[in-house]
């Protein structure tokens, strides 16, 4: 008896030791293969949370512009980006979490055989217009990047292009994707386009109104090159509010918009608004103060000094409910801010139909009425002799970069683009600033560890690694 269950046992290792296991090592609940639209919706997402938010962990920019305050901690309005290391959150974000899903996205559309010719051809255009876009903030946010060899997955220390070399990539790129996108085929579908829902024709607005931008950012750098790059593209660019493109968040958890998750989910309460805007709203009067802020307890509507402490924050006005709601939208690309690049084409000799009145009557028009108020309510502003274009005071940068950093409320890093670029209005800097106006942000730590060699020449071809150190085409 022994002995047969000695053989029996043998003989049952023995099967087990020959049997294939492999199959357990499939993955039963994670796809081998992440589907293209499932990753162009993650980058698309991320692109816009990061956008959208006010942590203080990445986007730090509505202190800078001098649009929110802080209540108790000013570390972050006092320009300390390194203590969280913001540059390292902002830099990965991009990098890893958009530029490397669309990069994925784009691999798998291009293998897939089985796509209509005119369907693969939106789809790619569209990647690489949303790759454009996420590289200009790039650029717009360090000067110097990784750009040619940034997303190959066989160098792990990639050069730093240069600045001005990558923006005019970027813009054959964006003539090339314009050139192959067409509305008699079909690009993604709705759900998984989450900024134009499947919309070509937005698309392509998109991607002109982009090109519209990128040249009117590189205007002081090369006038010739700009003025032909806006007098082609003007005419297919955004002409409309219908036109926008924006993130739509949703009521619901977890597709809510960030600042709702941190001011309300998260009961963040010490975002405050910064008395630099609200005493200028206060001063032209402008209707759209109620949709930026709600008033203090008092009743009234004030800004907290930015750098000092602002306490009770019940003296000051917070956020308002359209900014806050869990289902407001994060804005991209919109009328507003290409009625305001089209004026000051028309200021600086471009061939495009309008004057420069016109289009900034436009621009404010829009903004106001997108905030809450009415034509009646716009035309009353802009009958202001400080606001009227005729009247206001200064050239034509002090009137359009005045008024376009107030229509930039809650678009914080355009806005910050602009002030760099227009250096209107001036402002002061916050009590206790450890550095001067932050024109750039510093590299992250972590290229300074790694990729050393590439980051010492990066830091050195743009003039320092510091945050005061300008932009190539900040010129002035």
């Known amino acids: 008896m022994r002995k047969l269950i000695y053989v029996t046992l043998g003989l049952f290792l ?8 492999s199959s357990l090592n499939n993955e039963t609940k994670a796809p081998a293969k992440v589907p293209a639209g499932t990753l162009f919706s993650s980058a698309t997402r991320v692109l816009s949370d990061n956008l959208a938010s006010a942590s203080v962990n990445t986007n730090v920019f509505r202190f800078v512009v001098k649009h929110w305050s802080m209540v108790t901690y000013q570390d972050e309005v006092q320009y ?16 890893r979490d958009v530029l490397n899903d669309l990069q994925n996205s784009s691999d798998v559309i291009t293998a897939d055989a089985t796509l209509a010719p005119g369907e693969k051809a939106n789809k790619l255009a569209i990647i690489d217009a949303l790759q454009v876009y996420a590289y200009s903030i790039l650029v717009n946010t360090f000067g110097n990047v990784p750009y040619t060899e940034a997303l190959s997955g066989s160098i792990l220390f990639p050069k730093y292009d240069d600045a001005k070399a990558v923006y005019t990539d970027l813009t054959k790129r964006l003539t090339a994707d314009i050139g192959k996108m067409s509305t008699s085929s079909v690009g993604f579908s709705s759900s ?12 392509i607005k998109f991607a002109n109104t982009l090109q519209l931008k990128l040249a009117m950012i590189n205007a002081d750098v090369d006038n010739a090159a700009s003025k032909a790059l806006v007098e082609s593209v003007n005419a297919g660019a955004i002409s409309s509010a219908s036109d926008n493109s924006a993130f ?15 001011i309300i989910t998260g009961g963040r309460g010490d975002y405050v608004a910064a008395k630099d805007l609200v005493d200028t709203l206060a001063k032209f009067s402008d209707p759209r103060i109620s949709g930026f802020f709600s008033k203090n307890s008092s009743g009234v509507y004030k800004g907290g000094v930015s750098g000092t402490v602002n306490s009770p924050q019940s003296d000051f006005s917070q956020p308002g409910s359209k900014v806050i709601a869990p289902d407001a939208a994060n804005v991209f690309m919109d009328y507003v801010e290409t009625e305001f690049f089209r004026a000051e084409a028309v200021e600086r000799g471009y061939s495009i139909p309008g004057t420069a009145a016109e289009h900034y009557n436009n621009a404010i028009t829009a903004s106001i009425i997108y905030w809450g108020g009415t034509a009646a309510d716009a035309a009353l502003y802009l009958s202001n002799p400080m606001v009227n274009y005729a009247t206001a005071a200064g050239n034509y940068k002090q009137k359009i970069g005045t008024q376009k950093w107030i229509a930039m409320f809650n678009r914080p890093f355009e806005g910050w683009t602009e002030l760099r670029r227009l250096d209107y209005p001036r402002l002061t800097l916050p009590v206790g600033a450890i550095s001067g106006f932050p024109n750039r942000f510093t ?27 300008k932009l190539y085409w900040d010129k002035f």
């Open 192 to 203: 998984e386009d989450l900024l134009n829902k499947g919309n070509m024709s937005k698309w």
């Open 443 to 469: 590299y992250p730590d972590a290229e300074q560890t790694t990729n050393g060699k590439n980051y010492t020449d990066a830091a050195s071809a743009v003039g320092g690694d510091k945050v005061e150190t």
């Open 80 to 95: 300390d980006f390194t203590t969280r290391a913001i540059p390292r959150s902002w830099w990965n974000a991009m990098y």
């Open 248 to 262: 739509v968040y949703l009521a619901g958890s977890p597709n809510q918009n960030p600042l709702f998750v941190d």
């Open 14 to 21: 023995l099967a087990s030791c020959t049997k294939d296991i």
